[in-house]
């Protein structure tokens, strides 16, 4: 495969999706061919599962399921989405992949983080990511700052510090694969940091 596979990790309303839309335009006025995806969702199936999983109707969701459900989500796109647009040469731009189910799903839900791993990475058949950008972030006021919020993010402030740990124990395990930044530094820094990165990506 000859593309880019780039994510973005963090704990909710730390950004990501502003960041997203950022590197996309970038890339665009660079005419870099790119792809978009988000997740759970970003494909049909995708949809669905990010519906049954975040809908707070879904009611009382086991542990277990949850992360089942996340894997499969995470299978389908890289079967749909993912690896045929790095095939194609082109640059894939992820809002979340592996390391949030294994973040949230193992470290937050307080299951096998490595049991949980050994899914998530079967799941997607080994594809890693080229870089990670992690934007960290307080939780307590990152989720704090949400208005509506869906079933996970109800889920307790400490299940968001446990997953925010993991994400910062994962780049520190793996420097050279993740660009950590301060989730409230000015958008136009992060964004500059970022395109920095991905150019040095592409060029290198």
């Known amino acids: 495969m000859s593309g880019l596979f780039v994510v973005f990790e963090g704990g909710d309303s ?38 049954l999983i975040l809908d707070p109707d879904s009611g009382d969701v086991d542990s277990r399921a949850e992360a089942l459900m996340y894997a499969a989500d995470k299978a389908q796109h890289v079967h749909e989405l993912i690896r045929p647009a790095l095939e194609r040469g082109e640059v894939v731009v992820s809002d979340r992949y592996v390391d949030s189910m294994i973040a949230y799903q193992g470290a937050g839900r307080a299951l096998d983080i490595a049991e949980v791993g ?12 080229h870089l990670t950008i992690l934007l960290d972030a307080d939780p307590a006021v990152a989720v704090e700052r949400l208005k509506v919020r869906d079933r996970l993010e109800s889920a307790g402030v400490a299940l968001h510090r446990r997953a925010r740990q993991h994400f910062l124990d994962l780049a520190a395990e793996r420097p050279e694969e993740y660009l950590v930044l301060h989730a409230r530094d000015s958008r136009r820094a992060i964004a500059d940091a970022v395109a920095a990165a991905v150019d040095a990506r592409l060029a290198g």
């Not at 050994?118 to 990511?129: K, N, S, T």
């Open 14 to 51: 730390v950004g990501k999706s502003t960041q997203v839309r950022r590197l996309t335009q970038h890339l665009s006025a660079r005419g870099v061919p790119h792809v978009v995806t988000r997740q759970p969702g970003g494909t049909a199936i995708g949809a669905e599962l990010r519906r």
């Open 118 to 129: 050994e899914i998530a990475w079967w799941a997607v058949g080994g594809l890693r990511p």
